[in-house]
């Protein structure tokens, strides 16, 4: 079974299941495998794309308009570009009504990280 | 309080204690949080990096010979500079006995980043 079920080939619907990844301590990854997290750790990798997502997932209801967070130090288009980054990996997903865009972490793609991360603790 | 108080700053000892990170989905990451868990999560965006570090994780004991993973495909220098980014990042130990170099996963690393990816799940 592949460890990355639940994480996205691109920005997807959402998918409403629980996820279930098979832990890295459980199994080796395959290439592809390996390929597409890649892909979901580079979009991870960037500190104001970093500081763009924990805005929006510790943003009252999971949800926030791009006007309540796009003040992290770079221009809009830079804010723009880095908020697709992280809808392309999965990570956000996000919907226009009227003036403004509001964006959602998916949290099945979250669970789906932690689970691969998850290790025993140390004894 | 921080949400990266387990992920090192660079390679570290072992530190022993539990990890316990603020969820993203708690706290808005600070800046400089933001650019050392960055630097974490780009040690994570090279596939063949999650291959060799998937292969330690996996190994039995938790640890491995880099002479029992190193068949990735790619050069043994590359090998050794990817090897060195997972080091630096404090995601694998190394001890050199003899001839061979051992890596060893870092629990409380792999279980701070997973703390701090954790949402409730959907309902």
């Known amino acids: 079974m592949s460890n990355l ?3 996205p080939e691109a920005a997807p619907p959402s998918q409403g ?3 279930c990844c098979t832990p890295l301590i459980s199994a080796e990854l ?3 495998d ?3 997290l890649a892909t979901v750790f580079k979009a991870l990798s960037d500190p104001v794309r970093l500081r763009l997502l924990s805005r929006v997932a510790s943003h009252p209801a999971g949800e926030a308009c791009v006007c309540d967070i796009a003040d992290v130090g770079v221009s809009q288009p830079t804010v723009s570009h880095h908020l697709k980054k992280l809808r392309e990996a ?3 997903t996000s919907q226009r009504r009227r003036t403004w865009v509001y964006y959602r972490v998916d949290p099945d793609v979250f669970a ?3 689970s691969l991360l998850a290790m025993p603790a140390r004894t």
Chains 1, 2 share one sequence.
């Open 112 to 114: 789906a990280l932690a």
């Open 17 to 19: 299941a629980v996820p």
């Open 34 to 36: 390996a390929e597409r």
């Open 30 to 32: 395959s290439t592809p």
């Open 90 to 92: 999965g990570l956000l």
């Open 5 to 7: 079920s639940m994480v």
